[in-house]
T-cell receptor, first 114, second 112 residues
Framework: EAGVAQSPRYKIIEKRQSVAFWCNPISGHATLYWYQQILGQGPKLLIQFQNNGVVDDSQLPKDRFSAERLKGVDSTLKIQPAKLEDSAVYLC????????????FGQGTRLTVV | AQSVTQLDSQVPVFEEAPVELRCNYSSSVSVYLFWYVQYPNQGLQLLLKYLSGSTLVKGINGFEAEFNKSQTSFHLRKPSVHISDTAEYFCAVYNQGGKLIFGQGTELSVKP
């Protein structure tokens, strides 16, 4: 079974530029999460999708971050414009129904904003 | 609001010694509990989970955890650690509202 795929693995941009991350979850998984992990901290939930609908985006900075999940499969997370404090690892995870929330994670995208 | 507290940010231990990584959660409703491990430059990998049933849960790599409802704790243990166990460990809670919330992490450093 293929795991959660994320790209790119690494990205360096200047502040005020825009960037997009892509995630392909495990086939058949209804739930998709985007987390932000700042160095030395635990993952912070940014947005959660159930199929192609948003379940929770209460911690997504909506003035600069956006996310979509077209057709309930792949997802993209965009930052525009980026700030220095957005430097972090962005983790995508997916979860099937009926597993009590067990999530499968991709390897993440490490973003550095300079 | 639901939260997860990992009581130790860093735990240094010698190889073959026992280790306990502590986790407490706050929730007024039933929850599911997880421990994940993160190796450098990797995503998170599930170690073990508690959904229901026996309060002692066994996971991969010789780890186990005990769910204690009265103390709202879910501590992770291993009787004898290896150098390869050096990693960051995260406790997480999932509630009926459908959110998976993580603690701040515990860095386990195993020394020879």
């Amino acid at each position: 079974e293929a795991g959660v795929a994320q790209s790119p693995r690494y990205k360096i941009i200047e502040k005020r530029q825009s960037v997009a991350f892509w995630c392909n979850p495990i086939s058949g998984h209804a739930t998709l999460y985007w987390y932000q992990q700042i160095l030395g901290q635990g993952p912070k939930l940014l947005i959660q999708f159930q199929n192609n609908g948003v379940v929770d985006d209460s911690q997504l900075p909506k003035d600069r971050f956006s996310a979509e999940r077209l057709k309930g499969v792949d997802s993209t997370l965009k930052i525009q414009p980026a700030k220095l404090e957005d430097s972090a690892v962005y983790l995508c995870a997916s979860s099937p129904r009926g597993t009590g929330g067990e999530a499968f994670f991709g390897q993440g995208t490490r973003l550095t904003v300079v | 609001a639901q939260s997860v507290t990992q009581l130790d940010s860093q735990v240094p231990v010698f190889e073959e010694a026992p280790v306990e990584l502590r986790c407490n959660y706050s929730s007024s409703v039933s929850v599911y509990l997880f421990w994940y491990v993160q190796y450098p430059n990797q995503g998170l990998q599930l170690l073990l989970k508690y959904l229901s049933g026996s309060t002692l849960v066994k996971g991969i790599n010789g780890f186990e955890a005990e769910f204690n409802k009265s103390q709202t704790s879910f501590h992770l243990r291993k009787p004898s650690v290896h150098i390869s166990d050096t990693a960051e460990y995260f406790c997480a809670v999932y509630n009926q509202g459908g959110k998976l919330i993580f603690g701040q992490g515990t860095e386990l450093s195993v020394k020879p």
